[in-house]
């Protein structure tokens, strides 16, 4: 199985609400990433698990809160988002030698109103 | 944050025709990939090439990698429709960053 899943595809949310987003794979990879992607824009790095702990945050705001419950999942919390948070937000997996590529997710877009 | 600038921003070839996309970037790094987007999708894998290598090949891809110019360019051979999306260069240094990226659109 070399495929990373995200649910939802689409999400709409209020600024007052709290949602998650979910992302799996079962590749073994050690590393998973979230990416947010604007329009017409490249992806951005958010957040980098690798072994189940955050080593990088990129100084996202504290709005967005990762998870890493265990090697195959990854959730992205979200609480109190702006208009602005509004973007496709894309998983990623990758062995953590660096001789692959990574492996990413059809991606979730976000819609907050 | 942004590694580098891709050029051109936009590309429109007929199909058989060859695409080239350049790439520069500002860091050292490890490794540079390659990667597809079919219209606000998930990006694909193409091609890695490490930074002891200075070319490789996979099917009709090329990719070139100068690490004393900081560039690299993507080589698409005998374009196909199916190839338009938009393609994304991005630095491995400790964390992938994505390039500006190429719009590729290939008419039949």
């Known amino acids: 199985d070399t495929e990373v899943t995200q649910t939802p595809k689409h999400l709409v949310m209020g600024m007052t609400n709290k949602k998650s987003l979910k992302c799996e794979q079962h590749?073994?990879?050690?590393?998973m990433y979230w990416y947010k992607q604007k329009a017409k824009k490249p992806p951005e790095l958010m957040f980098v698990?690798?072994?189940?702990?955050?080593?990088i945050n990129e100084s996202v705001p504290s709005r967005f809160s990762p998870e890493c419950p265990n090697s195959s999942l990854l959730n992205l919390h979200l609480h109190a988002l702006q208009p602005e948070d509004s973007a496709l937000y894309l998983c990623?997996?990758?062995?953590?030698?660096?001789?692959?590529?990574?492996?990413f997710g059809p991606g979730t877009r976000l819609t907050v109103t | 944050s942004q590694q580098g600038e891709e050029d051109p921003q936009a590309l429109s070839i007929q199909e058989g025709e060859n695409a080239t996309m350049n790439c520069s970037y500002k860091?050292?790094?490890?490794?540079l990939q390659w990667y597809r987007q079919n219209s606000g999708r998930g990006l694909v894998h193409l091609i890695l090439?490490?930074?002891?290598?200075r070319e490789k090949h996979s099917g009709r891809l090329r990719v070139t990698l100068d690490t004393s110019k900081k560039s690299s360019s993507l080589l698409i051979t005998a374009s196909r429709a199916a190839d338009t999306a938009s393609y994304f260069c991005?630095?491995?240094?400790?964390?992938?960053?994505f390039g500006a990226g190429t719009i590729l659109r290939v008419k039949s």
């Open positions: 990623a997996s990758s062995p953590l030698a660096g001789t692959q590529g990574y492996y």
């Open positions: 590749m073994g990879h050690r590393a």
């Open positions: 698990y690798s072994y189940e702990k955050l080593s």
């Open positions: 860091t050292s790094i490890n490794n």
């Open positions: 090439i490490r930074s002891n290598e």
């Open positions: 991005a630095t491995d240094a400790s964390k992938l960053v």
